[in-house]
């Protein structure tokens, strides 16, 4: 059901943004087989102008401020993950048509006695519309100010060579009410030799363990979920919103768990790993 | 998921084919929005699958607009404009926490003449009206969530600061926003 929502509200906003200028980019990660050694990424201009693409690739991967958030660490010391020197991607610029789509293919030449593993790389999208149109009347001053709105879209490659294995820990579990947020923390530490893409999943129930809805933007939802993905360690901080009134005085319970499961990619390539479980007790006042 | 297929012009006979295309293409994606489509006519069907891609699109939605700005007169336009404020809109994975991150002009150009534009503000929010909109620091970046149904809106704001013997001319610039999925 949320599937469908989620892919009604992107055809809305399709639909309703086709004045503005940017590329859809498709899937939203990557995954090589080390057998074809090549993979592809398709654009997609659902704007009324052309739009200039250039492609690139940095290495990096998603880790944690001190804050929680998300962020996407380049600057690593240990490169030995990286296929940044030996995946290619072409074309590298290009230009999508009004309701055009484009292929940009990854190729892969892998050094000889390459390790089983997991690599990886990100394959940046930049996408310049034309000028924008500067609005205004003309008069005396015939001082006008246009802004060009470029976006950038980063999305992860992955690379698989022989038997590759995931799984995740889960500790440090913490939970408070603030405002009328509800906010979590906890530490993920990837295990095996891939990284671990899946789902946390959280719940709130009462002392009598009936379920607290959540509240996701407009959307108020039972359970609430993040995608995760976890590439070394990470302790993401994530919020959701307690639906007005807010909660009674009381004792609940969150339910944590963090799942190998996604909806969003083709199954065969999200790698199976066991769910971790954790709870934390959470007091009202 | 297998249709029956039969065949008029011989004995009838149930034929099976599986077909798994992988579509990349994102408009069938939107369209295709279960797993499986079905076709059938009079003789023949097929089993036709389609994995459906979730993509991710950030479109530079709305531009930030100043409009005409005067010679000496300083000139803001908030990141809470719904009108005038720059916008991107960002669509993907129901609740997916994104990074997003500015490339901010410190001056714009027109003809070997510079104007300052300075003051960014930002907004992200989880609806077009930006109710419950989160503040931030464009050059700091933020990392905010898609909402439910997988979508957020950011906004942009500035200033800029036209000197007193401003020549006069189109000044331009760019802003890029890059989001990390």
Known sequence: MMRALGLAGMLALASASLAAQGVMVAPHAVFIDHRLRSGSVLLYNPGTEPVEVSISTIFGYPTTDSAGRITLDTLLADSTVSALRWIQAFPRRLTVGPRERQTVRLLARPPAGLPDGEYWLRLVIAAQAGRVPITGVADTTAIQVGLTLEVRTIIGVNYRKGPVGTGVTLSELSARIVGDSLITRSKLERRGNAAFIGMIRETLVDSTGAVRGQRVGDSLVTTFASPIGVYVAMQPRLASAIPHPGLPRGRYWLRYEVVAERDDLDPTVVLKAPAVRDSVQLVVP | ?181
């Open chain 2, 1 to 181: 998921m297998a249709l029956q297929l039969t065949n008029s012009s011989t004995q009838k006979q149930e034929l099976e084919m599986r077909s798994i295309t992988k579509l990349s293409l994102v408009v069938a994606a939107l369209v295709l929005t279960g797993t499986a489509v079905q076709a059938q006519t009079n003789n023949a069907s097929i089993t036709a699958t389609a994995n459906v891609q979730t993509p991710i699109n950030v479109l530079g939605a709305q531009q930030l607009n100043f409009g005409n700005v005067f010679p000496g007169v300083n000139k803001s336009i908030a990141a809470t404009d719904l009108t005038n404020a720059g916008r991107f809109d960002v669509t993907g994975q129901a609740s997916s926490p994104v990074t997003i991150s500015f490339t901010l002009p410190a001056t714009l150009g027109s003809a070997g003449n510079t104007m300052p534009i300075v003051s960014y503000t930002g907004v992200h929010a989880q609806n077009n009206a930006q109710t419950g909109g989160t503040a931030f620091s464009p050059a700091a970046g933020a990392s905010p969530s898609l909402n439910a149904s997988g979508a957020l809106w950011v906004w942009v704001g500035a200033q800029v600061q036209p000197a007193t013997n401003q020549a006069a001319g189109v000044y331009t610039g760019s802003i890029t926003m890059t989001v990390v999925y």
